[in-house]
C-alpha cells in the first residue's frame, strides 16, 4: 500500500502562484511517475501533469503547458506542483496520483485532494 498525503491548496487571485505538494509513503521502492489530476465542478476528473520517477520526464495538459511545472524530490517521495499565472478555469479539487509497480502489474494511488480556488 502507499499513501499519498497532498498540501498547498488555497485561495488566489486570477494571475496569482501556488504551489501543490504531494507526499508519499508506505510501499513506495516501485514508484514509477507521480502526477496530478484535478476535478471541477460538474466535470470529469482531468490530466493535469506526469513525472517519471528514474528518469524525470514531465508531460502537461496543453491547458496548463507553460504556466505549471511539475518537480520530484525522489529523496523524499515527494512531487511539487508549481502554478503560475492562474486563472479561474483552473479552480478545481487537485488529486495527487501515484502510479506502482506491483508484481505482476501497475496500480494508481490516489490523494484525498486539496482545494485551489482562483477568484476573479
Known amino acids: 500500500q502507499v499513501q499519498l498525503v497532498e498540501s498547498g491548496g488555497g485561495l488566489v487571485q486570477t494571475g496569482g502562484s501556488l504551489t501543490l505538494s504531494c507526499a508519499a509513503s508506505g510501499r513506495t521502492y516501485g514508484l514509477r511517475g507521480m502526477g496530478w489530476f484535478r476535478q471541477a465542478p460538474g466535470k470529469e476528473r482531468e490530466f493535469v501533469a506526469r513525472i517519471t520517477w528514474s528518469a524525470g520526464s514531465t508531460n502537461y495538459a496543453d491547458s496548463v503547458k507553460a504556466r505549471f511545472t511539475i518537480s520530484r524530490d525522489n529523496a523524499k517521495n515527494t512531487v511539487l506542483l508549481r502554478m503560475n499565472s492562474l486563472e479561474p478555469e483552473d479552480t478545481a479539487v487537485y488529486y495527487c496520483?501515484?502510479?506502482?509497480?506491483?508484481?505482476?502489474?501497475?496500480?494508481?494511488?490516489w490523494g484525498q485532494g486539496t482545494q485551489v480556488t482562483v477568484s476573479s
Open positions: 496520483n501515484a502510479n506502482v509497480w506491483e508484481f505482476p502489474s501497475a496500480r494508481d494511488y
